[in-house]
């Protein structure tokens, strides 16, 4: 995720900020577009904006991922060094 990253043009943000999204294009009975696709048609922004309205924080949700990898210490301290620069 780009978004809320920190990172700037031709930084990459870090591996932690990872969401899987459901596939596409076509994914569900309404011919909707997957969540792949639709985050990367109408912009990150966006896309979390109208998660949000469902429900589904991106912070928390990065949080929950970040605290089940088993990576999850090197994450932890990957993050307070962020938050210390």
Do not use: Y
Request: glycine fraction near 10%.
């Amino acid at each position: 995720m780009r978004f809320g990253s920190g990172a700037g043009i031709g930084q990459k943000p870090d591996d932690w900020r990872t969401v899987p999204l459901c596939a596409g294009p076509f994914s569900n009975i309404d011919d909707q577009l997957g969540c792949h696709d639709r985050q990367h048609v109408i912009g990150e922004p966006t896309f979390w904006a109208n998660a949000e309205k469902d429900g589904v924080v991106l912070d928390t949700l990065l949080s929950e991922l970040a605290h089940a990898s088993p990576r999850a210490a090197q994450i932890r301290d990957a993050r307070r060094e962020r938050e210390m620069a």
